[in-house]
């Protein structure tokens, strides 16, 4: 397994994070048929001189070199044209002050875009030099650059994770095997994981990049509370104090990580393949973690004395107890204050917006953002809405009604916010008259063009309007489509079929889908684990008290995104199902130790003594899986880092309300939710 994860492989094009749509793949291959054309990576060259003979001679030669590069199919450039170029190559080949000529160039297959766009790079930088500039984006790029730092957080996310799990485990039990048997059995687990998901022939993408601190941090979570109860039991023959502990927590360890497999394994509804991916294989984890954890804990903590003292750090047992002095005192101002706090994080979460924005994922330090906003400021908008008409009549596209309405539509889109530059077939007739009499002569002067299969395809069946665009978040391109299709609505009538397309697009369209895919996700993950809980407990009470303290963190987490602007996108759509997975496992131990005791020592007892024992191991769980969770947030990505820290924020407000809210309702109606003893 560890050979298997040495040869995880990422996925370079970044299909994962593809949401599945046959419609759109569909058009996106009709559209690449009809026009021999994939997204574009784009260059700019700057010089105040490019222009002149020096100019040219240096662009030449830079343009030579990308020629050169294997795997480039076709480079477009005023090079080719001697620098002369049609008035409506402004703002899209070349800057309006001519100091800026852009240069589009297109590779063999995306296959091969990682390779092209490396050496392109390297080409760029090279040639970035007295008072020139070379810049280089596109989408083709920014999906090269999200493959990349993949690799460099996988790096990063595995060492740190250890190191910060050590440091957490040494903290809270201060013993050797208080960390090296958790550890042992969260490598395990990770490399048997990873070694799986490397089998299935699956590679690593920005998302699936989480499994490693994931899998770490709940496989540590695991042990951990049996290495707790196995420092608190008063035997001193080493076998039966190991038998001793794992008898007292085998059965709500278990329900506990099926409710956490439950919460991710809700991901498979998602419609994106990587967030399929990580829910499956996160949920494989737990149970690799549950099995391996109670199976080499028997034998690895044989090797060890029996410990005295147990629980080294006595003020971890600190917060649990007042926390459940404040329940037993004043159950129904506790009540009161978290449906208060509730209503309060339902209007916070009206606030949240769905947006997905891959340039902004990157951050302003990036380079490749740097080199998009320079394009963008400079020469022309990097992202593209590519428009496909054909007539309704099933005839070629040809005569003055078909040209006037291509040019209303045309100058209409110019005219919308947002939008950089427009090309269609009236690009090529700008400032002419067409008229029923010229119509035909028109249409075979654009023909004629040596560039005019960018927006006629070779039977004049098709017709292509190409739109290119500030960088901008889904939340403003779904805006920017609706007004688009609204437009040819108006302009075109009925006359054309208008079908839209590009990569662009397809984020918009995949960011829309994300609140009914969470909604589904948390939908099943919050029915799922309320059968098992149901199941563990047999009591229908047990069952809805068991949700309210693990709902009131998501609300309290959305309201957070809602107040500080972060968006709904693939990474933060996770929390809810994840989370509610992992913090509905602090319920499950506590329900089950205040179980065990209510009968016998009475409810104000039973809650403290809860409390100071499950309360505090609750207390280290949460430790080490928050700041297990937070080692993400040393990542590329703004989604994933925002996952881990909200995940984080979330599980430390789950772990408050199982030792204040839960208690609290315990105290009150305990009579009716206690039946027999688990």
Not at 357 to 365: C, K, S, V
Request: proline share 3%; hydrophobic share 45%.
């Amino acid at each position: 397994m560890g050979l298997q994860c040495l040869n995880l492989q990422v996925d370079e094009e970044n299909r994962s994070m593809q949401s599945d749509n046959s419609v759109a793949d569909a058009l996106e291959s009709q559209f690449y048929e009809r026009f021999e054309e994939g997204e574009p990576i784009i260059v700019a060259i700057h010089r105040q001189d490019l222009f002149q003979e020096s100019g040219k001679k240096y662009a030449n030669q830079l343009i030579g070199e990308f020629r050169e590069i294997e795997g480039v199919k076709e480079v477009i450039s005023l090079a080719d044209r001697d620098y002369t170029f049609p008035e409506f190559y402004e703002g899209f080949m070349v800057s309006a002050d001519v100091s800026t000529m852009g240069v589009r160039i297109f590779t063999d297959h995306p296959q091969s875009d990682a390779s092209v766009i490396a050496a392109i790079t390297v080409v760029a930088r090279a040639n970035s030099r007295d008072g020139s500039l070379v810049k280089v984006s596109g989408l083709p790029v920014q999906k090269n650059e999200a493959s990349r730092l993949v690799v460099k957080d996988q790096k990063l996310f595995a060492p740190v994770s250890i190191v910060v799990l050590g440091g957490v485990l040494l903290f809270v039990t201060g013993r050797l095997s208080g960390v090296l048997c958790p550890l042992i059995v969260a490598a395990i687990t990770t490399v048997w994981t990873l070694g799986l998901y490397s089998l299935s022939g699956l590679q690593l993408n920005m998302i699936t990049s989480l499994l490693a601190p994931v899998i770490l941090t709940l496989s540590v979570s695991t042990v951990l509370h049996v290495y707790i109860q196995w420092l608190k039991e008063d035997v001193t023959d080493c076998y039966l104090r190991i038998a001793n502990a794992i008898r007292s927590l085998w059965r709500p360890c278990l329900f506990a990580s099926l409710t956490t497999a439950f919460g991710f394994l809700s991901l498979l509804l998602s419609e994106t393949p990587a967030v399929r991916q990580f829910g499956a294989f996160a949920a494989l984890g737990v149970v690799l973690a549950w099995v391996l954890g109670f199976t080499f804990l028997f034998f690895g903590l044989s090797l060890f004395q029996s410990p005295s003292g147990g629980v080294q750090n006595r003020w971890i047992f600190h917060t649990p107890a007042k926390c459940a002095r404040i329940a037993i005192t004043h159950p129904w101002k506790t009540i009161l204050a978290s449906i208060i706090l509730s209503l309060v994080a339902l209007s916070g979460m009206t606030k949240i917006q769905v947006n997905t924005d891959l340039l902004g994922f990157l951050g302003p330090r990036n380079q490749v953002y740097q080199d998009s906003m320079y394009i963008n400021s400079n020469l022309t908008g990097i992202n593209t809405v590519e428009v496909l008409l054909s007539k309704n009549t099933g005839q070629p596209v040809a005569g003055k009604d078909d040209f006037d309405r291509i040019k209303g539509f045309h100058e209409a889109i110019k005219r919308s916010p947002g939008v950089r530059h427009v090309m269609s077939a009236a690009s090529f007739l700008d400032g002419v008259s067409v008229t029923d009499e010229n119509a035909e002569e028109a249409w075979r002067q654009i023909s004629s063009d040596r560039e005019s299969c960018f927006v006629l395809d070779s039977e004049k069946m098709n017709t292509r309007v190409s739109i290119r665009v500030d960088p901008q978040g889904s939340l403003d391109g779904a805006d920017l489509i609706e007004n688009i299709q609204r437009i040819g609505s108006k302009e075109l009538g009925s006359h054309f079929e208008l079908r839209i397309s590009g990569g662009f697009v397809r984020v918009v369209e995949e960011s829309n889908q994300l609140v009914m895919s969470q909604i589904k996700s948390f939908g099943l993950a919050l029915g799922l684990i309320l059968i098992a809980i149901g199941i563990v407990f047999r009591s229908v009470q047990l069952m809805v008290l068991s949700v309210i303290p693990n709902l009131v963190p998501l609300l309290i987490t959305g309201a957070v995104m809602g107040v500080l602007h972060i968006d709904l996108s693939t990474g933060t759509a996770m929390i809810a199902g994840v989370v509610i997975g992992v913090s509905v496992d602090d319920t499950i131990h506590y329900i089950t130790g205040f179980r065990n005791r209510v009968i016998a020592e009475g409810c104000d007892r039973a809650v403290m003594e809860t409390s100071l024992s499950s309360g505090a191991a609750l207390f280290s769980t949460t430790l080490a899986l928050s700041l297990g969770f937070w080692v993400a947030a040393l990542g590329s990505f703004k989604p994933t880092i925002y996952f881990a820290l909200l995940s984080g924020l979330t599980m430390w407000i789950a772990l408050l309300c199982d030792i204040l809210i839960l208690p609290a309702f315990l105290k009150i109606t305990y009579k009716k939710c206690i039946g027999t003893t688990v």
